[in-house]
């Protein structure tokens, strides 16, 4: 799953029901933020971009942390210790990691993530993918788009009335906006003109 929809996802689920919403959007988000840094890193120093998934993503530092990341037991002991030390912020902010993992689980092919990192090396390699058309990528891309789509929505009517103090109405629309047609044109890329 692309990491904007993540983000809108954990938000209309658990932002909804916990609140702690910069919490749920930060948990949302962290798991990919190793993969923007090899990425933004690489091109930064002239790598192609194939390059920077064929051969620097797969070096064994890069995979431990993303892997890691991306961890349901490690998002676990953050939920017990948010838990333990009454501080719901934190533990919100790993559920939200932990549902971005859960998320991930059935979408990644090829490219999975050892879910249960440290405890296991086992990776769930999945018939379907998020990007890759070899494993239904056309299909799932469009699924993803429709809930981001959905989860914009109930967001902008059900959920940004408590938020107007903090973010103004007008420019969360425009940021939800901006997200679904970055969706539109990323499944245009890849799909439609391809």
């Not at 993303?66 to 210790?81: M, V």
């Not at 090396?121 to 058309?133: A, E, G, K, M, V």
Request: charged residues 10%; hydrophobic residues 45%.
């Amino acid at each position: 799953m692309h990491t904007p929809g993540h983000v809108l996802l954990n938000l209309a689920l658990l932002g909804n029901i916990v609140g702690h919403e910069g919490a749920v959007v930060a948990g949302a988000l962290v798991p990919d933020v190793p993969i923007v840094v090899l990425y933004l890193r690489e091109r930064l120093r002239g790598t192609p971009t194939e390059t920077i998934w064929s051969v620097c993503y797969q070096r064994k530092h890069w995979l431990a942390v993303i892997h890691g990341a991306h961890s349901a037991p490690l998002a676990a002991l953050g939920i017990c210790i948010g838990w333990l030390t009454h501080a719901p912020s934190v533990m919100y902010f790993f559920y939200s990691v932990l549902g971005h993992a859960l998320c991930d689980f059935p979408l990644h092919a090829e490219d999975a993530h050892r879910h249960l990192f440290p405890l296991s090396n086992y990776r769930f390699i999945s018939p379907w993918s998020y990007w890759d058309h070899r494993h239904h990528g056309r299909v799932v891309a469009l699924i993803e788009a429709v809930v981001a789509v959905t989860c914009s929505g109930f967001i902008y009517f059900s959920m940004s009335p408590r938020w107007t103090q903090i973010v103004p109405r007008p420019l969360l629309g425009t940021l939800l906006i901006a997200i679904n047609l970055w969706y539109a044109q990323n499944y245009y890329r890849n799909f439609v003109r391809s």
